[in-house]
């Protein structure tokens, strides 16, 4: 079964405009990992955040992690339409290197 | 670097017809696994492996077999293809963190249809 859900499953903005999307799971973790998927191609790795860390940045990118509420949270500043992409949350926590991905978020940045 | 590079990027095959999707890392990893995507399913993991000669069960391992003779390549096989498995495949490699998780590298998918 899916550890991480996305919301929103889709999400349209005007170029410039901030995008937020976020990821709840359901078990403790070591670690969540966001990924980047353009159309036709392989996941791209963005940013991890580990378990005892609350936010973290790079570049645009903003993730917060709340273990309380067992959710993420990642916001994109300033998109562009190069940001058109599909996002996954991934989460991680056993002794191996095994994720577990949530559904995505499907990101349209109007130019 | 190559990175992870899959072969083939298209395959269509019949049903009860066997297969071998390869896939190979010029990076060193120890950690390598394979996914399979399907609509509005994100990505489920199918096997994984830890080191040479270590292989384990993913989420969905019905169908499929592996195996890891060397640290570069992890082929995902196919014994008897069924319609339920056409989907997108995705291996992934990353280096082996006994601590915590490290992020992974993707290759750009196989796709795959069974008629």
């Known amino acids: 079964s899916q550890q991480g859900e996305e919301d929103p499953q889709a999400l349209s903005i005007q170029e410039g405009e901030n995008a937020t999307m976020n990821c709840s799971y359901k078990t403790s973790i070591n670690n969540l990992q966001w990924y980047r998927q353009n159309s036709g191609r392989g996941l791209v790795h963005l940013i991890l955040i580990r378990s005892n860390e609350r936010e973290k940045h790079s570049g645009r990118l903003r993730v917060t992690l709340d273990t309380s509420k067992k959710s993420s949270s990642l916001l994109i500043t300033a998109s562009r339409a190069a940001d058109t992409a599909s996002y996954f949350c991934?989460?991680?926590?056993?002794?191996?290197?095994?994720?577990?991905f949530g559904t995505g978020t499907l990101l349209a940045v109007q130019p | 670097n190559a990175g992870v590079t899959q072969t083939p990027k298209f395959q269509v095959l019949k049903t009860g017809q066997s297969m071998t999707l390869q896939c190979a890392q010029d990076m060193n990893h120890e950690y390598m696994s394979w996914y399979r995507q399907d609509p509005g399913m994100g990505l489920r993991l199918i096997h994984y492996s830890v080191g040479a000669g270590i292989t384990d069960q993913g989420e969905v391992p019905n169908g499929y077999n592996v195996s890891r003779s060397t640290t570069e390549d992890f082929p995902l096989r196919l014994l008897s293809a069924a319609p339920s498995q056409t989907s997108v495949y995705f291996c992934?490699?990353?280096?082996?963190?006994?601590?915590?998780?490290?992020?992974?590298?993707f290759g750009d998918g196989t796709r795959l249809s069974i008629l």
């Open positions: 991934a989460t991680g926590g056993g002794a191996t290197n095994k994720l577990i």
């Open positions: 992934a490699s990353s280096p082996q963190d006994r601590v915590s998780n490290q992020p992974q590298h």
